[in-house]
């Protein structure tokens, strides 16, 4: 339990926080709709752990979401689950590790630099490929340990600002700088939408034991305590970590501020607040790479295993760790470090939801089609809480579509074009396994 809470918590808090308030803030400068973008957010994971928890437990294998869509609703649907979480979470980790870099040229100025950046995000992949292939109690060990500073530092934080940030407190009620005009109507909705998504995107992860759920010794008791643990860890940390500069800073500091926190510890700890804050986000973010590259070697590993990917990838070694598909995702994270991909990680958000809303129709769906399936977790308030969670996630899917112009059209071409993918996968599985 305790595993798949800090895979959570170790995956979810991470860079997200740093540029996502600042951005949230910029589209709806009032501290209440600030707020209420982060407490929507906080609701959607709340009714839709006992959904993910209820299937967690009832379909305990590794690789997340993909088993309980490919069990429901079949191949396809499950391929398509799989593929765009596996692309995604190596994006994810690639991402990390390049913000990790630039931080470190901020503490050593002989690190800064593009090309030196490039050098030490492939360094850091490559490092944690590395320590996960010696097995999973290495890998689960180094998520334990930065899982745990990361909070304690983050609360530390949290602690300073309450106590000490009073001058700051009443400097922020006495700001008189203008905010720009709140929109209103149509712009008004399109920047909650925006918000919402950089929400669920920052979010995403509190779910995280499911991709382990081989490796967990009692999932149907487990893997419920872990998934509720997570949201409430996860929620109740970011609520905190929000609330600080809105406590310290007046709007017209947040909106559009790149490094959010980082102000914040500089009005508790002058010129040492920029150091102590980025030494925190470091090792946040290192303990979000090392889940990530857990996530998404488990979800190609169940993939091969199934016959939808090269079956190699299903191989195992002595300590737990899926080689070949490790040995792949760290690959695809190198690649992504080389070749930037902005417009993919401005699509994950919708990727994430799509992917919710395909794991709460298959609770319906197997709820239905397989009644007597083993459940030794059963979702509480179904189905009420499960259809408030899939009509969340389809109306944030529409509102997407409708207001994200820029974006949501690829996700959508890219959806399409898996097809294609997944009949190419199909035939190269079964030839692989002809010629075994």
Request: aromatic share 14%; charged share 10%.
């Amino acid at each position: 339990m305790w595993f798949g809470i800090a895979a959570a918590v170790g995956n979810a808090i991470s860079a997200g926080i740093v540029r996502t308030p600042g951005n949230i803030a910029s589209g709806l400068p009032n501290a209440w709709l600030f707020l209420s973008v982060w407490i929507v957010g906080g609701l959607y994971a709340f009714f839709s752990a006992p959904a993910m928890a209820e299937l967690g437990a009832a379909i305990p294998r590794s690789g997340g979401q993909y088993n309980f869509s490919r069990r429901a609703m079949g191949e396809y649907a499950g391929f398509v689950v799989g593929w765009s979480d596996w692309l995604s979470t190596c994006g994810t980790a690639a991402a990390v590790a390049i913000v990790i870099s630039e931080y470190s040229g901020h503490f050593f100025s002989l690190l800064a630099g593009p090309e030196k950046v490039k050098i030490i995000s492939v360094s850091i992949i490559v490092g944690f490929g590395i320590l996960q292939w010696r097995g999973i109690r290495w890998g689960g060990n180094t998520q334990l340990f930065t899982a745990v500073v990361k909070t304690i530092g983050f609360l530390i934080l949290a602690l300073a600002c309450f106590l000490k940030g009073g001058a700051a407190h009443q400097a922020a009620i006495e700001s008189t700088v203008s905010l720009p005009a709140l929109p209103l109507g149509w712009p008004l909705a399109v920047a909650f939408m925006l918000g919402l998504q950089a929400v669920f995107y920052t979010i995403d992860g509190w779910d995280g034991v499911i991709y382990f759920g081989e490796e967990v010794r009692e999932p149907g008791h487990d893997v419920p305590r872990a998934i509720f643990g997570s949201v409430f860890s996860i929620m109740g940390i970011y609520l905190l970590l929000n609330l600080l500069p809105l406590y310290l800073l007046p709007m017209n500091e947040i909106a559009g501020n790149t490094f959010v926190l980082g102000t914040v510890a500089d009005r508790i700890f002058g010129s040492l607040g920029d150091p102590i804050i980025r030494s925190i986000m470091v090792i946040s973010m290192l303990s979000c790479l090392n889940a990530n590259q857990l996530f998404c070697s488990r979800t190609l590993y169940a993939m091969s295993a199934d016959g939808l990917f090269f079956r190699q990838a299903a191989k195992v070694n002595k300590g737990g760790t899926p080689t070949i598909a490790l040995l792949l995702s760290t690959l695809a994270g190198v690649i992504f470090v080389i070749w930037p991909f902005e417009r993919v990680i401005a699509m994950l958000s919708f990727f994430f939801v799509a992917n919710y809303t395909l794991t709460y129709t298959s609770l319906f769906v197997l709820r239905k089609s397989e009644p007597q399936m083993n459940r030794p977790y059963r979702a509480w308030g179904y189905p009420w809480t499960t259809a408030i969670a899939l009509g969340g996630s389809v109306l944030f899917l529409i509102g997407s579509i409708v207001t994200d112009r820029e974006n949501a059209p690829w996700a959508l071409a890219i959806l399409i074009l898996s097809y294609p993918v997944y009949r190419l996968m199909k035939f190269a599985s079964r030839r692989e396994a002809v010629s075994v």
